[in-house]
């Protein structure tokens, strides 16, 4: 592979994050000359790392785990020893102490009457398809889980009625079958693909993406803003413009279809109507926290924030020694109804209330930050739209990819798996494990 000469270019990619790179690495073999343009000035995208003071955080919690064995050896490659498998540790906060997440796979740990109650509860035989995710619930976990955890879990994560969520998204909320609910209720039960995961020794989750991308032409800080698929040229903020013979991105599909020159606008309005939540990052450094897991969620709706992670217990060099690190998750749908700062003064309030900041901890550095596209949300009948824009794109010469570029939520292995898949022309896998529409809501 040749370096950018000039601004003609074999392949350009748009979007330095996991999608784009796996996108470089799968082509650049294929074409003489790559470049990469990034609107940021690092590489991860949403699965990048920013420093706050001398503490590193991600953007929300990232652990690597996959079904998919090349991803994981292709990792174990790039890292070389430089990442580490760790056990799974995660609780919730129910009526006045922690519990081991989620309920559905662990509930042996629960007070005795929410045993008793849930076990009562439980819906004989499969459950019949539903139409949305407050109808799964019930129908999959019964009434009482439904009501006291899934669907608390659900209204928070999607910051919307469950009754008005895609039927999809429900399954994030229980994570299990009657079945094993039952199992759970002797022993909690073990989760292969994900009760181990991998983090970095150093440098953040971002250090995965940075590994992938080593030798890889990338220009930061350049956002591309217009495209002529006509005259096969892309323009940046910056006022340059790049020729290019085939063109990839992984940028959010409404943003993308809104650049494209003779872009229907039907479809631009289509796709800049699809629903997403926002995620809010608090990140603390503090002098000391209480850490009853490596992260814990808190379902109750006056407490500020879902989720919140301590960094320095999965990598203690994201933190400097002697201290720790705590960062809250809140996610919401269009505006948030607070300000950055009252937001994270409560959510010191809360921290401490609920013990995980010592009232006798002090805070060294705070930061407030929002991921704007954190996780879609698709409607069965918004589905045909994105399909459309895809195949518009793809008949103009542009292929999409990446859980935004796609719109389909994908977790970090499954968007290089399904990049890899995409550009070599195979058919693509339907998520497994693989989605947060399917799987684990820790994605
Ligand atoms: C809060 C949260 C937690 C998650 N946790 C996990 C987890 O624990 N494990 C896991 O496997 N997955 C997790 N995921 C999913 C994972 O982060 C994503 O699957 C993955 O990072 C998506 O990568 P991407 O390349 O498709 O998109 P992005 O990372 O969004 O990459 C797109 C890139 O395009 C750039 N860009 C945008 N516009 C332009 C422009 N106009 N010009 C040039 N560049 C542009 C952006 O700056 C960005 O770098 C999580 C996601 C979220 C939101």
């Known amino acids: 592979m040749q370096a950018l000469v000039g601004a003609e270019v074999d392949l350009l990619v748009l979007g330095a994050g996991i999608a784009g790179v796996t996108a470089a690495r799968r082509l650049a073999g294929r074409c003489s000359r790559t470049l990469i343009l990034e609107a940021a000035d690092a590489v991860g995208g949403v699965a990048g790392t920013f420093a706050v003071g001398d503490f590193r955080f991600d953007y929300g919690l990232h652990c690597f785990f996959t079904a998919f064995p090349h991803i994981e050896k292709l990792l174990d490659e790039v890292m070389a020893g430089r990442h580490a498998r760790r056990p799974l540790t995660e609780k919730v906060w129910h009526r006045d102490a922690w519990y081991p997440y989620p309920v559905t796979r662990n509930l042996a740990a629960y007070p005795a ?11 004989q035989g499969p459950p019949s398809p539903a ?3 407050a109808a799964a619930s019930e129908a999959a976990v019964g009434s009482y889980l439904a009501h006291e955890f899934v669907l608390p879990q659900l209204r928070k994560y999607w910051n919307s009625d469950p009754a008005g969520l895609p039927a999809g998204v429900a399954r994030a909320g229980f994570m299990a079958t009657a079945d094993e609910i039952r199992a759970g209720a002797v022993q909690g039960l073990d989760d292969p693909p994900t009760r181990s995961w991998s983090y970095p020794a150093d440098g953040g989750f971002a250090t995965y993406v940075a590994g992938l991308a080593d030798g890889l032409p990338i220009r930061y ?8 698929p006509a005259a096969r040229t892309v323009r940046t903020a910056d006022g340059q413009r790049f020729h290019y013979r085939h063109l990839v991105s992984s940028i959010p599909l409404p943003r993308l279809l809104a650049m494209v020159d003779g872009a229907p606008p039907e479809l631009v309005d289509r796709t800049a109507a699809l629903t997403f939540t926002s995620v809010r990052l608090v990140s603390l450094g503090v002098t000391a926290a209480d850490t009853p897991a490596s992260w814990v969620y808190d379902l109750d709706p006056r407490v500020p924030w879902f989720r919140a992670t ?22 919401f749908v269009g505006t948030p109804t607070t300000g950055d700062d009252q937001h994270a003064d409560e959510v010191v309030t809360s921290l401490r209330r609920r013990g995980l900041l010592p009232d006798s901890a002090s805070v060294i550095c705070r930061d407030v930050r929002t991921v704007t596209c954190a996780s879609t949300i698709l409607h069965p009948a918004e589905a045909p739209a994105v399909q459309t824009a895809i195949d518009w794109l793809s008949s103009q010469d542009i292929t999409t990819v990446g859980r935004y570029g ?8 499954v968007v290089m798996a399904r990049t890899e898949q995409l550009l070599d022309g195979r058919p693509v896998v339907t998520a497994e494990k693989g989605s947060e529409s399917d799987g684990a809501q820790r994605s």
């Open 113 to 123: 009457d929410v045993i008793g109650k849930a076990l009562a509860d439980l819906p």
């Open 131 to 133: 139409g949305d995710a």
């Open 221 to 228: 800080a350049t956002s591309a803003t217009r495209i002529d």
């Open 310 to 331: 301590f960094p320095g217990e999965y990598s203690p060099g994201s933190v400097p020694p002697g201290s720790a690190a705590i960062q809250t998750e809140s996610y």
């Open 406 to 413: 796609r719109w389909d939520n994908a977790k970090f292995d």
